[in-house]
């Protein structure tokens, strides 16, 4: 089996999710003897097709073109349907991105062919692929399977498959090849404009390493300054559950969960979040998960590491000096 | 300007699910609008008060979709169509999709609107297909619209903080950003109103879409915990200390 990988990058900055749904290729590629190929497109990104070279990859796919940058639905529909009739993969993995969203059903449509989108896990079955993802709002999971011929189009959920396990190529560099591909101005029909922030000091939580997240048990703004000291400490940024947000206390731009962003920080540190699954479809992949909550029923000790049934007001301060003393010394 | 909102119905958010199959026993739960398709269906009005024209509520399904339909309508939208199949859970979202857009073909429209996503399957590919099989331009993850000279300005939202402008001609079809809008309660004299307005019932087989799917969900079933909590207890100072020994030679953090 051939499967093709394709990253997402913007401006020259890795999406990191795309490694995420490189490491699930090779996983992938290693139980059912396939190789895989990488593909990166844009404009002026022959640096890191170089980068995704050193990974063990069979080939890279360099899609270079003046109108793939900025990105447009259109555009990457157009340029992308060549490369997979061209490249012929049996299956195509894209990371679970705002940006995938808005194009990949698209694509895979326009060659008759169907996408399993937001996958949390995928598992091979005598040789069948079973696709794992989430209905329900995570209520539930669902095993899905594709029907008919390939190619086959997939998708990861941010946190499904973890980057730092992208296996290095074995003896230097893949060999990276420029996809020939034609597209004209007139089959974009969008026009995308500037790039915005609402916030001045907006923060990208998906690269945070670790994120202190405070729920309804923070009960007021101007306890919010505690958490933040621990947040501190532990060289993290603090983030909210949608309520916390919603009130005002925190910006919309560090609220966790299925309205807001989708994380997987190496540790996750939840101060009196009970765990809605809208929540916690936002932070479930993360490495470490550590609650602390006054209910011992909290569905978020279901998905805890480490547990603490506890009064947050004393445990966080009390963190706080342990963390600024374990770092010191 | 004419707007087609597509609106799914979905189990009511505090339905006990008990799994049959690939499926949910849908005998003793109740069905609402889903959340997202809300914001769109109020987007859609709301442009309508802008700058006239007609609302249609369209939704897929069985014989009880039509209650979503009517609260579609109570809440100003004209009239509405109901493709109607009795498993329709069973599609993928390309025969969802497929299925739709048969059906918007037969109406003359400017705009299709959809929410992000659905609450029960969650495949949140809709708006996409649709434009892909009507070959519509489209954009998603929409946070404002503002229509002009026949194009629109469109606010999308991205990852991280970040947004977007972009301009889209007109027809298109647009996925809606929950959030984007407050939506409004349905009124008395709405539902009065919904009363006389036409819900018309296309047999979703009659649509001539090819019954294969690309893909299907083989079961469902409530996730298995994957994590194992280790409690750490003591008074507040004996925790801080246990925790940050996990962390530093365990999770490997600090």
């Known amino acids: 089996m051939k499967i093709l990988v394709v990253t997402e990058q913007r401006q020259g900055k890795w999406n990191n999710t795309s490694f ?18 990488a593909a990166v497109a844009g404009k002026g990104i022959a640096a890191l097709a170089g980068e995704l070279a050193g990974k063990n990859v069979a080939e890279v796919l360099l899609i270079e073109h003046d109108l793939l940058e900025p990105y447009t639905a259109d555009g990457f529909c157009v340029a992308l349907k060549q490369v997979v009739e061209s490249a012929k993969p049996d299956l195509v993995l894209l990371p679970h991105t ?9 694509l895979a449509a326009s060659l008759g062919k169907g996408m399993i989108g937001d996958c949390i896990g995928v598992r091979n079955d005598a040789g069948k692929l079973v696709f794992v993802r989430q209905m ?27 980057a730092d396990l992208v296996a290095p190529h074995p003896s230097g560099q893949a060999p990276v090849n420029k996809a020939g591909i034609s597209l004209s101005p007139g089959q974009i029909r969008t026009k995308p404009l500037e790039l915005f922030r609402e916030a001045k ?10 994120i202190v997240a405070i729920g309804r048990g923070i009960k007021a703004p101007e306890n919010i300054a505690q958490a933040e000291a621990l947040a501190k400490a532990l060289g993290g940024e603090i983030a909210a559950s949608r309520p916390i947000c919603d009130e005002g206390w925190l910006p919309m731009e560090r609220q966790i969960g299925s309205s807001g ?18 929540h ?42 342990a963390v600024e003393k374990a770092k010191a010394g | 300007m004419n707007i087609i909102v597509c609106i799914k119905q979905v189990p009511a958010k505090d339905a006990p699910l008990a799994i049959a199959g690939n499926w949910i026993k849908e005998a003793d739960i109740g069905f609402e609008m889903n959340e997202p398709d809300s914001f769109a269906l109020e987007e859609a009005l709301r442009l309508k008060e802008k700058h006239g024209g007609e609302v249609v509520a369209l ?9 979503t339909i009517k609260e579609a309508l109570a809440k100003g939208a004209d009239r509405g169509i109901h493709v109607a199949d009795e498993n329709f859970h069973q599609l993928d979202p390309l025969g969802s999709a497929s299925s739709l857009a048969a059906a918007i073909r037969k109406e003359k429209c400017d705009l299709v609107l959809t929410g992000l996503q659905s609450d029960d399957h969650g495949f949140g590919q809709t708006g996409v297909l649709l434009a892909g099989l009507l070959d519509l331009p489209h954009a998603t993850i929409i946070m404002q619209i503002e229509v002009q000279d026949g194009k629109m ?22 996925s809606i950003q929950s959030g984007i809008n407050k939506v409004r309660y349905a009124t008395l004299k709405g539902i009065m109103a919904a009363k006389k307005k036409e819900i018309s019932t296309i047999p979703r087989e009659s649509l001539g879409v090819a019954s294969e799917t690309t893909q299907r969900v083989e079961r469902i079933y409530v996730p298995t915990k994957s994590k194992k909590t280790e409690f750490l207890t003591g008074a507040p100072k004996e925790i801080a200390a246990k925790l940050v020994e996990k962390l530093k030679f365990e999770a490997r953090v600090i």
């Open chain 1, 20 to 37: 995420e749904t490189l490491a699930a290729a090779q996983t992938i590629a290693r139980e059912t003897s396939s190789s895989v190929v």
């Open chain 1, 98 to 106: 705002y940006q995938v969203r808005d194009f990949a059903p698209k």
């Open chain 1, 136 to 162: 329900f709002q995570g209520k539930t999971a669902a095993d899905v399977v594709f029907q008919g011929a390939a190619p086959w189009f997939a998708s990861f959920q941010s946190g499904a498959f973890r």
């Open chain 1, 201 to 210: 000091q907006a923060v990208d939580l998906t690269q945070a390493p670790i």
């Open chain 1, 261 to 278: 962003q989708t994380v997987a920080p190496k540790l996750y540190l939840a101060l009196g979040i009970s765990g809605a699954i809208q």
């Open chain 1, 280 to 321: 916690v479809v936002g932070m479930k992949g993360s490495r470490t998960v550590v609650a602390i909550n006054k209910d011992q029923n909290a569905p978020i000790f279901e998905i805890a590491d480490y547990g603490v049934v506890g009064d947050i007001f004393e445990i966080m301060p009390a963190l706080t000096e």
């Open chain 2, 59 to 67: 939704s897929m399904g069985p014989e009880r979709v039509k209650q």
């Open chain 2, 153 to 174: 300005r469109l606010k999308r939202e991205l990852e991280a903080g970040w947004f977007q402008w972009m301009e889209c001609p007109l027809p298109a079809v647009l």
